[in-house]
């Protein structure tokens, strides 16, 4: 098998995590830009209607199956911010500097066992615009926010989302290791049993 899906993001971070984990498994991923596909308004108040309505968009101008990933990372002491809005958390989309460091003001008299968060991640495919039967996941991953940023590997907050019992961060591990054990990492093999046993 060879089929090409969509990935609805231009994050190249995410693009080379879902290309290790699905292109061995027989499956072309392409960025949407390749389509010219627009921006999607995510205007959701979930990872999972977000992750829908992108994949949606991106399927609707591709005309191909379309994957669409949205994810963010949920502190317990910011009563679950920056949650879906963890991209643009600086007020700039992308500014991955600027959320972390947003992120550290607001924690700045928060001591490390209250500082307990937790990585969502939720992936929707959609085999055409109109699916009415979306492939759905959802997970997480724990850990706690540091106090500085530490290591240069990943992507977003990884550098500052210690891993629960890993005593490093998520930017200190592996790219092996964090595609087994992540949010994303999980999700993902989750969406791919879901794939292989669907019908056809």
Aim: glycine letters at 8%; charged letters at 20%; one cysteine or more.
């Amino acid at each position: 098998m060879n089929r090409q899906i969509v990935l609805a993001s231009s994050n190249q971070g995410k693009a080379r995590e879902f290309k290790a984990l699905l292109e061995p498994l027989g499956y072309n991923v392409v960025l949407q830009k390749e389509f010219n596909v627009p921006e999607a308004n995510e205007d959701g108040l979930s990872f999972i209607e977000n992750a829908i309505i992108k994949a949606r968009n991106a399927a609707k101008y591709s005309n191909q199956w379309a994957l669409a990933d949205d994810s963010g990372i949920c502190v317990d002491a910011l009563n679950g911010a920056p949650g879906i809005y963890s991209a643009r958390y600086s007020g700039v989309h992308g500014d991955e500097k600027g959320c972390n460091k947003k992120l550290l003001e607001e924690l700045k008299n928060v001591p490390f066992e209250k500082r307990t968060a937790r990585y969502c991640c939720a992936l929707a495919l959609v085999r055409s615009y109109d699916d009415p039967v979306p492939l759905t996941v959802l997970c997480s991953w724990d850990g706690n926010i540091g106090f500085e940023e530490v290591g240069s590997g990943g992507f977003g907050y990884d550098p500052l989302f210690v891993v629960t019992n890993r005593n490093c961060t998520a930017a200190q591990l592996p790219p092996q290791i964090k595609n087994l054990i992540s949010h994303r990492g999980r999700a993902l093999q989750s969406l791919v049993y879901k794939l292989e046993h669907m019908s056809r």
